[in-house]
């Protein structure tokens, strides 16, 4: 499963581009990252001070490592908007660009498969099941704020949440990873349609996958909002609630954002 999760960063960041690259630490390593999910959240996993000195070695051994490909990556995905813009349908250029793109993918994937087997090696058994699941959650779409009931798990020690009610939240987590798998699946199949017919070519989707796209986040956003209503009425107390909003307005938000 980290593997995967290893793979599909090294395409989506140079692939994908500038979603990732502008949602990564200082470091340039994308939060769907083993060892950056970790790092992110050690207290959910439980993880002793030595297996998180440990990762933060991996994190800082792995930046250094993955600096000059990621400085080639952003590279081409310059050039690739300024042929985008340019407006010319230069076809040789955007299919020199994208085996460029494929040949530095290559010498990524790799390096992100060795650092994700340290973290496999790191955690334990329950560690890693647990993990798995926080990755699963977090793989697509927006995060933290934007999807209040993760914002209440990873809040938890402000809000007071009980080992009851962590529970309770993540047997939601459980249902909401199992209602999004289909639309996650949708999701793949669409970025894989438009990388195939107008990635390659270096030009912009038509208005139809771009609507498909919408379409799609709308679903996704429901789905989310669905979930936390769930989880804001069927698990927090009055007070909890009432802190939860505090929280959400930013003005006691304190909850850990490593990675």
Do not use: W
């Amino acid at each position: 499963m980290f593997v995967v999760i290893a793979v599909l960063c090294s395409a989506a960041f140079t692939l994908g581009g500038k979603a990732v690259a502008s949602q990564s630490d200082a470091s340039g390593i994308p939060p769907e990252h083993p060892v950056a999910l970790a790092l992110r959240f050690q207290q959910e996993l439980g993880l002793s001070s030595e297996q998180v000195a440990k990762l933060d070695q991996s994190r800082e051994a792995m930046a250094k490592e993955f600096a000059p490909l990621r400085e080639r990556a952003q590279s081409i995905q310059h050039r690739m908007q300024e042929l985008q813009q340019s407006g010319k349908s230069d076809e040789d250029a955007a299919k020199k660009l994208q085996h460029e793109g494929e040949e530095l993918g290559a010498k990524i994937q790799p390096l992100f498969e060795r650092y994700s087997q340290s973290v496999v090696q790191l955690l334990s058994p329950e560690q890693r099941e647990k993990l798995m699941k926080l990755s699963e959650a977090h793989a697509h779409g927006p995060e933290g704020r934007g999807f209040v009931m993760m914002f209440v798990m990873q809040s938890r020690e402000q809000l007071g949440i009980s080992p009851q009610q962590f529970t309770k939240l993540q047997y939601l987590q459980a249902d909401f990873i199992r209602a999004f798998a289909p639309l996650r699946e949708q999701m793949e199949t669409l970025q894989m349609e438009v990388q195939e017919q107008f990635g390659r070519a270096g030009k912009e989707p038509t208005r139809e996958y771009r609507e498909r796209a919408e379409g799609l986040q709308k679903k996704i956003g429901e789905l989310q909002a669905q979930f936390s209503e769930r989880a804001i009425k069927d698990v927090l107390q009055p007070n909890q609630r009432a802190k939860l909003v505090e929280l959400l307005h930013g003005e006691h938000r304190s909850a850990p954002n490593r990675g």
